[in-house]
């Protein structure tokens, strides 16, 4: 997910929590272990200053992430609570310890995947139900404040927000049955398969791998998927020399569950064809052919 529905989702979970017996420095210790929580796995985009093998791709969503991660972040930020608000107990550390598994758990939903099980595993895990900003979400999270806030006196807030976590959870099943539903309806057609979810909620793209040709497909369980590319990859290029030149190229190609490999007569490239939008993907690493020594 994107940093803003992350640190919404901190908000949203500091919100749950009945604070009728906690003192105002409690409150707040509260409020930074959920905000802490919500962003710290992010932390691994500072990487990007010392990479010079390109390889960001995989190292972004990565051991950060991890489930195994979990505990360690948890440990480290109730340390720090515990040092600058001066609270006791083992509840920060459970606390945080939430707010992490959330981040890093949400984060596989989308088609960007994490690094679920790292370093046991470089396999990106995602499952491509849910778009990075989703505006379900934020409308839930935003209706949640707005009736506590209407509510105040009449609600407790606590409850309110409680109530917008399954709510949410309720969201995320529903997107990926769905999700699910689509996948195992073209399943048998191809070699390999692949999820991206749209803004609009229910709307989805599969993507579909056999031989040399990528199918994109979109629409919903209500409606008939449409093919709306067919892509050739070129499978017999050599991308030794490709990766190379490009290192980037060879990150590209495992970070991504599959890949078109384009070889024309002015480039040799690759590129993840969950974000392939008008003619072209954003993800896309090449070398000009006029460069290749």
Same mark, same amino acid.
């Given at each position: 997910?994107?940093?803003?529905?992350?640190?919404?989702?901190? %908000? !949203? &979970?500091?919100?749950?929590?009945?604070?009728?017996?906690?003192?105002?420095?409690?409150?707040? =210790?509260? #409020?930074?272990? *959920?905000?802490?929580?919500?962003?710290?796995?992010?932390?691994?985009?500072?990487?990007?200053?010392?990479?010079?093998?390109?390889?960001?791709?995989?190292?972004?969503?990565?051991?950060?992430?991890?489930?195994?991660?979990?505990?360690?972040?948890?440990?480290?930020?109730?340390?720090?609570?515990?040092?600058?608000?001066?609270?006791?107990?083992?509840?920060?550390?459970?606390?945080?310890?939430?707010?992490?598994?959330?981040?890093?758990?949400?984060?596989?939903?989308?088609?960007?995947?994490?690094?679920?099980?790292?370093?046991?595993?470089?396999?990106? %895990? !995602? &499952?491509?139900?849910?778009?990075?900003?989703?505006?379900?979400?934020?409308?839930?999270?935003? =209706?949640? #404040?707005?009736? *506590?806030?209407?509510?105040?006196?009449?609600?407790?807030?606590?409850?309110?927000?409680?109530?917008?976590?399954?709510?949410?959870?309720?969201?995320?099943?529903?997107?990926?049955?769905?999700?699910?539903?689509?996948?195992?309806?073209?399943?048998?057609?191809?070699?390999?398969?692949?999820?991206?979810?749209?803004?609009?909620?229910?709307?989805?793209?599969?993507?579909?791998?056999?031989?040399?040709?990528?199918?994109?497909?979109?629409?919903?369980?209500?409606?008939?998927?449409?093919?709306?590319?067919?892509?050739?990859?070129?499978?017999?290029?050599? %991308?030794?020399?490709?990766?190379?030149?490009?290192?980037?190229?060879?990150?590209?190609?495992?970070?991504?569950?599959?890949?078109?490999?384009?070889?024309?007569?002015?480039?040799?490239?690759?590129?993840?064809?969950?974000?392939?939008?008008?003619?072209?993907?954003?993800?896309?690493?090449?070398?000009?052919?006029?460069?290749?020594?």
């Amino acid at each position: 997910m994107d940093s803003v529905t992350h640190t919404l989702f901190g %908000l !949203t &979970l500091y919100g749950a929590v009945d604070k009728s017996t906690m003192t105002k420095k409690e409150k707040r =210790a509260l #409020l930074a272990t *959920a905000i802490a929580g919500s962003q710290i796995p992010d932390i691994d985009v500072i990487s990007s200053w010392w990479d010079t093998a390109g390889r960001y791709q995989m190292w972004h969503r990565g051991v950060t992430h991890s489930l195994f991660m979990v505990p360690v972040w948890g440990a480290l930020i109730a340390a720090i609570v515990r040092a600058l608000f001066r609270v006791r107990g083992w509840y920060w550390f459970l606390f945080a310890m939430l707010a992490v598994w959330i981040h890093n758990t949400s984060d596989i939903f989308n088609a960007w995947g994490t690094g679920y099980f790292e370093p046991f595993s470089s396999v990106r %895990l !995602t &499952l491509g139900t849910i778009p990075i900003v989703d505006v379900v979400f934020w409308l839930l999270m935003a =209706a949640g #404040l707005l009736f *506590a806030r209407l509510g105040r006196g009449r609600f407790s807030s606590h409850r309110v927000f409680r109530t917008v976590w399954v709510l949410m959870a309720l969201h995320v099943i529903f997107q990926s049955v769905q999700g699910a539903v689509l996948v195992n309806s073209v399943n048998a057609k191809f070699e390999q398969t692949t999820l991206t979810a749209d803004f609009i909620p229910g709307m989805f793209t599969v993507v579909g791998k056999r031989d040399q040709e990528v199918q994109l497909l979109h629409g919903s369980v209500w409606s008939d998927l449409k093919v709306v590319a067919i892509l050739e990859s070129r499978e017999d290029a050599d %991308l030794e020399t490709l990766f190379a030149q490009n290192p980037r190229a060879k990150t590209l190609y495992e970070w991504s569950p599959f890949v078109v490999i384009v070889n024309d007569e002015e480039r040799l490239g690759l590129y993840d064809p969950r974000f392939y939008r008008n003619g072209e993907s954003f993800l896309f690493e090449s070398v000009e052919k006029t460069g290749i020594r």
